[in-house]
């Protein structure tokens, strides 16, 4: 999956992720969401203001064929009702029939006994990409009962041995959201520092990502640009518009406020500016 | 139905909008929603910025009996599950019981084979008002297969016909959201050309004022106005508000926010001073 | 239950609420909501703003187990789909069983035939506190059929009575949300008259209130304050944020905003400034 990714290509995140952004403003990817009822609008309104073009369509019976024409597809189990589950298993059929790229967001993964096994199963049918926190990345590498609910309880450290063995084992993109947020492909890995604290105190702080990355991919698919470019991408584009929004907010209420008009105002400029990206090699 | 709208009156639309906000505001309407899930607690903050009484009452055996005591209805099919595939016929039938006046607004009818059929359904049962973008319009009306999910990919004036169509065909007011919102009794067209492209950055712009529509011919029925004057008495408060929305907004977070606020503040003077409507006969 | 809280204690609410905040902070309590699709994003926010663990699982198979685990469980009936009837059975068992403290909130009780006898149903299970606006108390008391919906038509005095005699029934602190809040235990009666008339206008305004309610429940747990406290030390919380909120509100969608940022930064002290607090014994 990584052939395109050279060493030398990854001191040039934030200008690649610079072009897939102006890429995805330009034509803007049809997101298929499958999320949770706690942050279905927040995901929406987030896609659109960093210029994605959001479909929740999470009905059995519209799920698969939705999948297949969308551009890219996110799974987020974070409130997976008997309708969702089923419906999610029919988009990743949809999606693997048209090679829509399909992020699987699990969350809280581990400890709850319906969404586990139903993670357990996404993850085998081999997701683009998948995004939790340490926690959940743990949990669904078998590696640990997960936190408790959405909270991380795990370092992204302590995960990135988790991140780097499901990448390897389902040939996903693995991203482990935190202060740093950790992203790999099995072989290399990088390290994001940008962000700020108030994307915690904010439900769909990290949901949101998920569907970010679901649109990059959509994106990637036009401009030819690799998965892992594609996730680490939204992660900067998301972070860093994180940056721009906390120096205005008096809260977290005003936070997310200004974080989506922040996602709209972003430029490729500021992420050449703002980026702090890392790398390694596994 | 529009025997009291001479062609005069229509100039007077601004005033009569004014007219019917205040009286809204004076005895709110209790106004039924059954809406999608990403929009729900925006439809909601939207009904009580304007004045209106919100209740999302969306449960099998309890929606017939509600609709029938509310004032107005929506039905928005949004994310149409099967216990709200239920619950909206039930409340159709009981708005049917009891002269409820309800609005239809058929989201991403046609590409999706779930709700189509349903919506078809649904509008055989002669809505008081539908709302739709152009895509959903053409493609109710049979002619067009529809958008890609909440997408409008014609344009207002390409719906003109359908609109038109679907009024005389199901004596409905229909109502075209887009640049230029076009509504029709089927005989007189009104064009208004207040509101702004910040609407469309925000998930649930439209959905929500499928709700102030419910809520404005709710207050109708107590005032006597009728169906046309009130769906575009609604259309025409809420754009009027997303204007001063907009001129305090830095991006779309801000601005749907705003537009809270501004539904809450704006006033019949602002509705004669801003008011932009044109009429033909068809 | 009331042993711990003496006369003279009841002047020292907002120094006690104060404590519980701060404890409450250091150690988030884990808040286990099922609640309507309408508010849940926003309870969400609440709790995070104020410094809460919030987990909304809904699903039937994880409910038990999870409300065990969780700190204080929330169940509001404002959208009580199947899925969410048979959770909220099961959490409620789940919590008996582990000593979880739970609050219900029966909205719309009285008027609606599927919530009716669920809220009744529940309410025998004897909740560690019950919540509504005058109208639903009343109702949840067999003596009145209940508002229009979510409005409450009856005023808090006039639901004084109901309060006691739930409470003393069935061993819950009854908190009566409105103008003034009413909190009994049956034998005390506390009347705070914190708070702003845009939290009626914001949806989920009481809702989440409920959500903070078992939050602070959980944290009482840990100090060892009592049930009646942990409810008026959440409305005092609640409602002098509000009044922070008010002033910095151009309307509805900005005082929704400015809510959660004062959330985030009530101080204990803040407490002490503004309380407004009066008790009687019946």
New interface residues.
Partial sequence: MSDRLRPESVSDLPVSAGALLKALRDAPP?THCIT???????T??VL??VGA??????????SE??AG?ASGLLINL??????QRAASLEAVAGAAASGTPWVLDPV?VG?????TPLARGLVERRPTAIRGNASEILALAGLSTGG????ATDSTDAAADAAVSLAQQFGSVVAVSGPIDLITDGHRVLRLSNGHELL?????GGCALGAVMAAFLGAARATGADALTAVASASLVYTVAAEHAAEK??????F??????????VSPADLVTAGRVESSVR
Same sequence: chains 1, 2, 3.
């Fill in positions: 049809l949770n009822a706690v942050v279905t609008g927040f929406a309104n659109l203001a073009a959001p479909a929740m369509v999470d009905i059995v019976g519209e064929m939705f024409i974070g409130t997976p009702t008997p309708e809280a400890a709850l006994p319906v969404r408790r609910g959405v909270d915690t105190r904010v439900t769909g907010a008096a809260g977290p209420g005003s997310a406020v200004a974080l989506l008009d922040a996602l709209a105002s």
